[in-house]
């Protein structure tokens, strides 16, 4: 047998379907479940039982087939088409006939309007979980992605929160008793909560989460139970009659973990304030020894030598400006004494060269010629007179 490649056989099983006229004009009925629109187009899964095949409506505004509902009965009419790159069958919609509530989602109404009469789903029948809980149970499949995203939510916040695991199926024939089995053991154990999840999955993953036995074990568990399976716009039973329904263990570790966030934030908070403090307390610490270091520099034995050393420079340079300005005064006066000296000779030498003669009458005699022997003269000198007598001539 020859083999084929990958895309031989892709292209095989898209050509059969295109070249299948059964394929190209099927007819189906069934409900409508996972009904959601994107940008231009519809998409919905049609279901029996626990059957189910992919729809889609492309174009949905061009075609006005009209406004559907999760649980609504229908006919379908399109083509076959093989999305290779999922390997998936899917139907492309090209007309859509409502056939009312399919009988599964009647089913489902009178259930929960049961359970709404009988006070099951009551607000104030809830039961309370403790802020900070210890022992905590968790339901979900061990294949699920759910135990690592809860756990390690859990771990993220310091506490002493022990988790016990019961594994389970959360789809399928015998999904409900494990799940309820699951419940009755972990109720036995006295935890302070029971959580329910699962790991993702489509609205019709959540046909077990709507069996009336299950929802009376949760109603009637001792332990408050938490339902984290998703799908908070189409909440399904287990989702009413828990006393806190979220949406994923994501969620639900969040929930139970949140006031030991909140101690933490609170440590957080006070370990910043206490850093502020410690650094504002260091700073003023710093700025005090600094203002001590720029005192004890000035008292380091070379500041104060070479403040010392100035300070004698500055004595010397006054006291040699001083004796500079004494010596210049003095100076000055000396030369002043000089001058005044140089003066006075220049007088008694003007005074020595200014001998004249008088008669006895005190009449100057200019000439020799005016002097005869035997007179009596007066010769006036710069000190005083004498008196003498002319003898020759």
């Known amino acids: ?73 229908v006919i379908v009419e399109g083509n076959l088409i093989y999305n290779s790159f999922f390997s998936k069958i899917s139907i492309a919609v090209n007309n859509i006939e409502s056939k009312g509530l399919s009988e599964d989602y009647i089913k489902f109404l009178k259930l929960k309007e049961d359970f709404y009469k009988k006070g099951y789903f009551d607000q104030e029948r809830k039961k309370s979980i403790i802020s900070y809980p210890k022992n905590i149970g968790l339901i979900t499949s061990d294949k699920s992605a759910a135990i690592v995203d809860f756990i390690s939510v859990i771990n993220k916040e310091i506490s002493d929160i022990n988790i016990y695991l019961y594994p389970v199926k959360v789809q399928g024939l015998s999904a409900k008793s494990e799940i309820i089995n699951a419940i009755d053991i972990l109720d036995e154990k006295k935890l302070d909560a029971i959580v329910i999840t699962r790991g993702g999955g489509s609205k019709e993953d959540l046909k077990v989460f709507n069996e009336k036995d299950l929802v009376e074990k949760i109603y009637k568990a001792k332990s408050p139970i938490i339902s984290a399976i998703g799908h908070k716009i189409d909440l399904s039973l287990t989702d009413l009659v828990s006393d806190v329904s979220l949406q994923t263990p994501t969620e639900a ?66 006291f040699n400006k001083t004796i500079e300005n004494d010596i210049r005064q003095k100076e000055n006066k000396i030369s002043l004494l000089k001058y005044r000296l140089n003066s006075i000779n220049s007088i008694l030498e003007i005074k020595k060269k200014s001998i004249y003669i008088k008669d006895l009458e005190d009449k100057l005699i200019y000439s020799k010629n005016s002097l005869k022997i035997k007179d009596k003269v007066k010769i006036v000198f710069s000190d005083g007179e004498v008196k003498a007598e002319i003898y020759d001539g």
């Open 1 to 73: 047998m020859k083999s084929l490649s990958v895309k031989q056989f892709n292209q095989y099983i898209k050509t059969s379907i295109k070249l299948d006229p059964l394929f190209q004009n099927v007819s189906i009925k069934g409900e409508i479940a996972n009904y959601k629109i994107s940008h231009n187009h519809i998409y919905f899964s049609l279901k029996e039982d626990e059957e189910v095949i992919d729809c889609a409506i492309y174009y949905y505004e061009d075609k006005d087939l009209g406004v559907y509902n999760n649980g609504d009965e």
């Open 253 to 318: 570790g969040s929930y139970l973990v949140r006031n030991y966030k909140k101690i933490r934030d609170k440590i957080n908070d006070l370990f910043i304030n206490i850093k502020k403090t410690l650094n504002r307390n260091i700073d003023l610490k710093e700025l005090k020894l600094g203002n001590l270091g720029d005192k004890l520099e000035l008292y380091k034995i070379e500041n104060l030598l070479e403040k010392k050393s100035n300070d004698l420079n500055l004595l010397f340079d006054k």
